[in-house]
């Protein structure tokens, strides 16, 4: 019996190595174009130009720091940028809201931003990009 | 290891030892060189964090992705690209495979927007819109 349990507590040590060091790894979806329009199109809009049918989350990155702006109006941190979306969201949810990052953002910002407004629960969040 | 001894009364009898030590060395073989395998789609990187993460579906959708490391470089299934080599692989992606393809964007979270924001115009390009972002659950 001593090879075959030698081999069992082997193959035991093994399974215990691989399986406990991985984080689980989850996704955002993430729909580029919105529904109505032809594949392969992207719309051109002002961003600053103020309207009603769009919320525009700028995020500007200044001595190693996000700088969150809502519609033009400076917003001192994410926490406020949520609560003015959830105001939003309780008057009109089907709104866009159009994340603009500068070139500099590090990504985990962007990704919190996107985050902070599927969880209020809007349906309509785009990336802005540049040509 | 002690083999046992063979009783010349029995006559010849077949020693199993040696081939379930080979056995269990083709198991382990397998088992390490499948998991490496799935490693293609799993290099470590300090994905974004965040709370409203979906868990991954294991369904028959045809899925890409692309890694993006720290200093921007581009990943594609396992292979190095340049910016304008990633447009064209997309269109032409875009063109051939259904249009659920699903680009899977595995982009560390120290990688500036300058460097995805790129990606997402090229994808969006190709006709690819079903891009999924890759974010560890906040805890």
């Known amino acids: ?131 | 290891m002690r083999l046992p001894v063979r009783d010349p009364s029995v006559g010849l009898g077949f020693n199993m030892t040696p081939m379930i030590d080979v056995v269990f060395l083709l198991i382990i073989f397998f088992l390490v060189s499948s998991h490496l395998a799935r490693r293609e789609n799993q290099l470590e990187l300090p994905l974004p964090l965040a709370a409203t993460g979906q868990e991954i579906s294991d369904d028959q959708t045809r899925r890409l992705t692309l890694n993006v490391l720290d200093d921007g470089e581009l990943l594609l299934a396992g292979r190095t690209v340049l910016p304008h080599q990633l447009a064209e692989e997309l269109l032409q992606r875009g063109r051939s495979e259904p249009a659920d393809l699903e680009l899977r964007i595995r982009a560390s979270r120290h990688v500036a927007y300058g460097a995805v924001s790129p990606i997402l115009l090229d994808a969006a390009r190709a006709g690819i819109w079903n891009v999924h972002f890759a974010v560890f659950d906040e805890e």
């Open chain 1, 1 to 131: 019996m001593t090879p075959m349990i030698d081999v069992v507590f082997l193959l035991l040590i093994f399974f215990v190595w691989t399986a406990s060091f991985q984080i689980v790894e989850r996704q955002l979806p993430s729909h580029l174009d919105p529904p109505s329009a032809p594949a392969g199109t992207t719309s051109e809009v002002d961003l600053d130009q103020q309207d009603f049918d769009a919320v525009v989350v700028k995020i500007d990155w200044q001595a190693d720091a996000p700088q969150w702006r809502l519609n033009g109006a400076q917003v001192s941190s994410l926490e406020m940028v949520r609560d003015r979306l959830t105001i939003i969201a309780g008057i009109r949810q089907e709104i866009s809201v159009i994340i603009d990052p500068t070139a500099a953002v590090p990504l985990e910002h962007v990704i919190r931003a996107y985050d902070t407004g599927r969880s209020i629960g809007f349906s309509d969040i785009r990336f802005a990009t540049t040509d």
